[in-house]
């Protein structure tokens, strides 16, 4: 089975621009989260979706949005770029929601000049 | 609101030797704790996943222990290999939902 996949794996943009990025779960995984890892630091919070429905928000500006569509996938908008933004963009799946061991992509790497 | 710490940030081992990777979170009220190890630029893979109500899992030269209510993990790894190195996250699941809360990693060197 694939696991999760995540594209673009490389993306540069310039600030002001708006960008999307897109995850698929792993098949049968109805959970999709997003996270967001500066270059030494831990992964970050970003959302949480199952079932089409939000279930989770970290602490991140409305530049951010998100969607899960009908077959499980998911998109992450970012819009007006910041230089800050500039991070590595991880997508994780799981069956369910509630403790459930995570399963993460190999991430897509947003530079944004 | 939870903080994890993990120590050391960075640690160089020879080849063979054991090493302990320490972790410790401020809430005890935790859903579960799980350790990833992630290579350079890469996403990350799941080694041990442990519930609040167990002490300590193990999956081949890795053991992962946890006191909840110390706050505390720490994850062993045996006659370590050149392979080994990784960045090693530790990640707690708070009863609220599945959002995890990462430490920032340690570094691990293993020379050859």
């Known amino acids: 089975d694939a696991g999760v996949t995540q594209s673009p794996t490389h993306l540069i943009k310039t600030r002001g621009q708006h960008v999307t990025l897109r995850c698929s779960p792993i098949?049968?995984?109805?959970?999709v989260s997003w996270y967001q890892q500066v270059l030494g630091q831990g992964p970050q919070f970003i959302f949480q979706y199952y079932e089409k429905e939000e279930r989770g928000r970290g602490n991140f500006p409305d530049r951010f949005s998100a969607r899960q569509f009908p077959n499980y996938s998911s998109e992450l908008n970012v819009n007006a770029l910041l230089l800050g933004d500039s991070a590595l963009y991880l997508c994780a799946s799981s069956r369910r929601v509630g403790g459930e061991k995570l399963f993460f992509g190999s991430g897509t790497q947003l530079s944004v000049l | 609101k939870q903080e994890v710490t993990q120590i050391p940030a960075a640690l160089s081992v020879p080849e063979g030797e054991n090493l302990v990777l320490n972790c410790s979170f401020t809430?005890?009220?935790?859903?579960?704790l799980q350790w990833f190890r992630q290579d350079p630029g890469k996403g990350l893979t799941s080694l041990l996943l442990i519930q609040s109500s167990q002490r300590e899992q193990t999956s081949g030269r890795l053991n992962a222990s946890l006191d909840k209510s110390s706050g505390r993990s720490t994850l062993y790894i045996a006659a370590s290999q050149p392979g080994d190195s990784a960045t090693y996250l530790c990640?707690?699941?708070?009863?609220?939902?599945?959002?995890?809360?990462f430490g920032e990693g340690t570094q691990l060197t293993v020379n050859p």
């Open positions: 990640a707690v699941t708070e009863t609220s939902g599945s959002r995890l809360t």
């Open positions: 809430d005890s009220a935790i859903y579960n």
């Open positions: 098949s049968g995984h109805k959970s």
